[in-house]
């Protein structure tokens, strides 16, 4: 068996589609705002990303660059701002952020209906209610990029390994929400790859190369890998040992171009969600 693979570039592509005539259809197009703090190198390449997506499918977006050496104070007045300008539907806050800045309070802080990270409280509870309304972007690419596959949690083992509030749990809920079998795993999980063989779809999202072997993939798997790290040799890796593990799942997502281009797309659909939420209500 050797795994077919979960192409996020292509599925990207379908989505980017779908959601370029859904643009094309508003009279109105929204709005991002999306915030930088320093000169964080990766911060700097995501950010650029984002905005080319925007242009190419023609949401408006605001790059607001701030120093370094922003304190708290003055990031929560430029968000309050932000929050208040009826012209801005969205806003994405790039991490990491300086030390200085507490990241938990920024995320608080956004306006819940234009927190298209989906990690403010809001959002965050309505997911665990089942009630989703704007939700993480990575565990909603994954979602995603199975529909695309129609690969069918309903009813499945999951497990999900990785406990952030990023990916691992907003990822679990909605795996829940899709009438899966859950089972979460992370640093502290004794014997990983008996809980891991277990699984009929298997995600980890914990950004440690070579973390999944194909010693503790089930045959036959559904194995979608979002961890990404540099390797000892300085390359983009993610958890699963790809060539171990495709030799014993069914699908496998890679790293670069599995689940990171269905995030980048998520986020703009998040972006053209919000602008409605905030239409409906105006």
Same mark, same amino acid.
């Given at each position: 068996?050797?795994?077919?693979?979960?192409?996020?570039?292509?599925?990207?592509?379908?989505?980017?589609?779908?959601?370029?005539?859904?643009?094309? @259809?508003?009279?109105? +197009? %929204?709005?991002?705002?999306?915030?930088? !703090?320093?000169?964080?190198?990766?911060? !700097? =390449?995501?950010?650029?990303?984002?905005?080319?997506?925007?242009?190419?499918? /023609?949401?408006?977006?605001?790059?607001?660059?701030? %120093?370094?050496?922003?304190?708290?104070?003055?990031?929560?007045?430029?968000?309050? +701002?932000?929050?208040?300008?009826?012209?801005?539907?969205?806003?994405? !806050?790039? *991490? %990491?952020? %300086?030390?200085?800045?507490?990241? *938990?309070?920024?995320?608080?802080?956004?306006?819940?209906?234009?927190?298209?990270?989906?990690?403010?409280?809001? @959002?965050? /509870?309505?997911?665990?209610?089942?009630?989703?309304?704007? #939700?993480?972007?990575?565990?909603?690419? #994954?979602?995603?990029?199975? +529909?695309?596959?129609?690969?069918?949690?309903?009813?499945?083992?999951?497990?999900? !390994?990785?406990?952030?509030?990023?990916?691992?749990?907003?990822?679990?809920?909605?795996?829940?929400?899709?009438?899966? =079998?859950?089972?979460?795993?992370?640093?502290?999980?004794?014997?990983?790859?008996?809980?891991?063989?277990?699984?009929?779809?298997?995600?980890?999202?914990?950004?440690?190369? /070579?973390?999944?072997?194909?010693?503790?993939?089930?045959?036959?798997?559904?194995? *979608?890998?979002?961890? =990404?790290?540099?390797?000892?040799? /300085?390359?983009?890796?993610?958890?699963?040992?790809?060539?171990?593990?495709? +030799?014993?799942?069914?699908?496998?997502?890679?790293?670069?171009?599995?689940?990171?281009?269905?995030?980048?797309?998520?986020?703009?659909?998040? =972006?053209?969600?919000?602008?409605?939420?905030?239409?409906?209500?105006?």
């Amino acid at each position: 068996m050797v795994a077919k693979i979960l192409d996020g570039k292509a599925a990207s592509v379908a989505w980017e589609a779908e959601l370029a005539a859904k643009l094309g @259809n508003m009279q109105a +197009k %929204p709005c991002i705002a999306l915030v930088r !703090v320093g000169e964080d190198p990766a911060s !700097v =390449t995501y950010v650029k990303k984002k905005i080319e997506m925007c242009t190419r499918l /023609g949401i408006v977006s605001q790059f607001v660059h701030l %120093p370094q050496n922003t304190t708290q104070d003055e990031l929560m007045a430029r968000l309050e +701002k932000l929050n208040t300008d009826p012209r801005i539907h969205a806003i994405l !806050v790039q *991490v %990491p952020l %300086p030390d200085q800045i507490d990241a *938990v309070a920024v995320q608080n802080a956004i306006a819940p209906l234009k927190d298209v990270d989906g990690f403010g409280p809001e @959002n965050m /509870g309505l997911l665990l209610m089942g009630r989703p309304r704007l #939700v993480a972007a990575t565990p909603a690419g #994954v979602m995603r990029l199975l +529909k695309h596959y129609s690969l069918d949690v309903t009813g499945k083992n999951c497990v999900v !390994v990785g406990r952030s509030n990023i990916v691992g749990k907003p990822l679990a809920q909605l795996l829940l929400n899709a009438d899966a =079998t859950v089972t979460m795993a992370h640093s502290k999980t004794q014997n990983l790859a008996a809980v891991t063989k277990q699984a009929d779809f298997l995600f980890s999202a914990v950004g440690k190369p /070579g973390l999944i072997t194909g010693a503790m993939v089930k045959k036959g798997a559904i194995v *979608v890998d979002i961890g =990404t790290s540099k390797n000892d040799e /300085g390359k983009l890796a993610g958890d699963a040992q790809f060539e171990s593990v495709k +030799k014993r799942a069914a699908w496998l997502s890679p790293v670069p171009g599995g689940v990171g281009p269905m995030t980048i797309m998520s986020l703009m659909a998040n =972006t053209i969600s919000a602008y409605e939420l905030q239409n409906k209500r105006a």
